[in-house]
């Protein structure tokens, strides 16, 4: 038994194998596939949005986590006299 083998634990088919799955999944879905792959990519698209707003919410968080440091640090900073530079 190879490394690659022993690695994922399972059989893995050949290329011979999969053009034989891929000719049955075309004899069964074949009338259909057009619209198969329309949803794949409009949940592609789903998807895609999520990340984006995702992303877009965790910047905000950020920004608002980096102003609320800075406020206490100013906050701090005032309360001890360092602002205040009188020497």
């Known amino acids: 038994m190879s490394e690659y083998m022993r690695y994922l634990g399972f059989w893995t088919p050949g290329p011979v194998e999969l053009i034989v799955i891929a000719v ?3 004899l069964i ?7 198969i ?3 794949i990519g409009k949940s592609m698209t789903e998807f895609k949005k999520g990340v984006h707003e995702a ?3 965790k910047d905000e968080l950020l920004d608002d986590v ?6 206490i640090v100013s906050e701090v900073k005032d ?5 205040n530079k009188e020497s």
Not at 29 to 35: D, H, S, T, V
Not at 66 to 71: E, I, P, S, V
Request: proline letters at 4%.
């Open 37 to 39: 792959a329309r949803n």
């Open 79 to 83: 309360a001890s006299g360092l602002n």
């Open 24 to 26: 049955i999944a075309l």
């Open 29 to 35: 879905f074949g009338r259909r596939l057009p619209e």
């Open 66 to 71: 980096k102003k609320a440091k800075d406020d």
């Open 55 to 57: 992303n877009e919410t």
